[in-house]
């Protein structure tokens, strides 16, 4: 089973920017892809931005312009640029993976966006 740790959220004032970093235990390489989902309080979780073996990239319409996912193949991490942040990005973010093993989560780092 692929280990999942996120790590980079915290508060931050409305219009500033955080780098949530996802760090995995195998190498993302043979991942088929991963995700960025997050959940606000009393809502579902929700796909932000994704990234497939192959270096496609899929965004929330909500994200788009704002939050730019990558990896790091050597350091095998994926991580989640965010910028311009407006308080309804405020949540817990996840990080997800899929691969030959099934499907993996990390436990979340909570993002605030104050106003």
């Known amino acids: 089973q692929v280990q999942l740790v996120e790590s980079g959220g915290g508060l931050v004032q409305a219009g500033g920017s955080l780098r949530l970093s996802c760090a995995a235990s195998?190498?993302?390489?043979?991942?088929?892809?991963m995700d960025w989902y997050r959940q606000a309080p009393g809502e579902q979780r929700e796909l932000v931005a994704g990234?497939?073996?192959?270096?496609?990239?899929v965004y929330a319409n909500s994200v788009k312009g704002r939050f730019t996912i990558s990896r790091d193949n050597a350091r095998n991490t994926v991580y989640l640029e965010m910028i311009r942040l407006k308080p309804e990005d405020t949540g817990v973010y996840y990080c997800?993976?899929?691969?030959?093993?099934?499907?993996?989560w990390g436990q979340g780092t909570q993002v605030t966006v104050s106003s």
């Open positions: 997800n993976a899929n691969g030959y093993w099934g499907t993996s």
């Open positions: 990234i497939t073996s192959g270096g496609g990239k």
């Open positions: 195998g190498s993302i390489t043979s991942f088929i892809d």
